[in-house]
């Protein structure tokens, strides 16, 4: 009888346990029971695909976008504008980009003779290095790069910053798949308009300017420009110098000179005398200098040398003057040894009384 009683104790027990667990059951599912309803459960899984996916989407595009030539130039830029130095360098390669130009430079700079004497000579390549990565930070933090060679050259467009900012790029595929070629053109008053190609290549990094493709057609430009500058500076001092010319012929028209060897006390000299025809100068000559050039039977120069006379000479009045010049070894010999000698003389300055001054040396 017992047995029985305790058996039915347990099986009331597990009744009880089993309706437990149901009514817990009943209660979890009724608690997730809004899972059931579609208008809810299915925007949250296509908003969790969603976050998912636009995550992703950053992520690899994060991961390309610096292998994109379109990201270069928007960088590019960004960093002129922003002054970022770091954003620049993400985007350029500078020891590529600085190897390949200064390999380039001093390669085609002797072929540029008015670009190679503004240079008086071609500096190292540190030199030169150095020089462009200042012009970089210079340019990108927005100070004035200057130094003596772009200041005789102005070899950089005017308003650099702002046209790197501000003008269009051309993005052209080549036949290597990790190239392409950046062309943008800049204006300048001076030069006009100057093309710059450059080659994007692919690195570890990304995409990255590394190299100026067109150097010798933007020194070739360059110096055809100082050139054009220097025949018309050429030509307005020639137009300078023959109009002093003719003022100074006003004073002392017609000079002559001859010369002879000799000595006076025991010193080895060279007698010069000078004539010049009456002109017809209304002041009176104060003083002025002449050239003195002397040759040999075969139109060699063996000397040449500036005399000046301190002498008063009056208007109408013929000018005769002479100077002694002692000599060294090394010129008197050339000078024995000739045959005959011969002189010219052109006057290169003249002061007169009346506050006249003309002189062709300082043009």
């Not at 009880?16 to 009943?26: A, P, T, V, Y």
């Not at 690899?60 to 976008?65: F, G, L, N, V, Y």
């Not at 790197?164 to 006009?192: C, S």
């Amino acid at each position: 009888m017992a047995k029985n009683n305790k058996k039915s104790n347990r099986t009331k027990k597990s009744k009880n346990e089993q309706l437990s667990i149901g009514d817990s059951k009943s209660s979890i599912f009724s608690k997730l029971s809004f899972l059931k309803q579609k208008k809810i459960w299915i925007p949250l899984i296509i908003g969790h695909l969603l976050m998912f996916t636009g995550m992703g989407y950053f992520s690899i595009h994060q991961a390309t976008k610096v292998n994109k030539a379109n990201y270069v130039i928007s960088s590019l830029k960004e960093s002129f504008e922003n002054n970022d130095p770091v954003l620049f360098n993400s985007i350029v390669d500078i020891n590529s980009l600085s190897e390949h130009f200064v390999e380039d430079f001093v390669k085609a700079i002797p072929n540029y003779n008015h670009l190679y004497v503004y240079m008086g000579e071609i500096p190292t390549t540190e030199s030169i290095k150095d020089h462009l990565s200042l012009f970089l930070l210079d340019t990108i933090r927005g100070n004035e790069y200057q130094n003596e060679f772009y200041k005789k050259t102005k070899f950089i467009p005017t308003d650099i910053v702002q046209q790197i900012i501000n003008t269009d790029y051309d993005i052209v595929r080549t036949d290597e798949t990790d190239k392409y070629k950046l062309i943008v053109t800049f204006y300048d008053p001076k030069w006009e308009t100057i093309t710059i190609k450059f080659e994007l290549k692919q690195t570890p990094d990304g995409l990255k300017i590394s190299k100026i493709l067109n150097l010798d057609e933007i020194l070739q430009v360059y110096n055809a420009k100082l050139a054009k500058d220097h025949q018309t500076l050429q030509n307005n001092k020639t137009i300078l110098i023959n109009r002093e010319l003719n003022n100074i012929n006003k004073y002392i028209n017609n000079p002559k000179c001859a010369v002879q060897l000799g000595e006076i006390a025991s010193k080895r000299v060279l007698f010069i005398e000078l004539t010049a025809d009456p002109n017809s100068a209304t002041s009176d000559v104060v003083s002025f200098s002449t050239n003195i050039l002397i040759k040999n039977s075969d139109n060699e120069e063996l000397m040449q040398s500036e005399l000046k006379s301190n002498k008063l000479f009056l208007p109408n009045t013929p000018i005769q003057t002479s100077w002694n010049i002692e000599l060294n070894d090394e010129i008197f010999q050339k000078l024995l040894s000739s045959q005959e000698l011969f002189c010219s003389a052109d006057i290169i300055m003249v002061n007169a009384a009346n506050g006249d001054y003309y002189d062709i040396r300082k043009k």
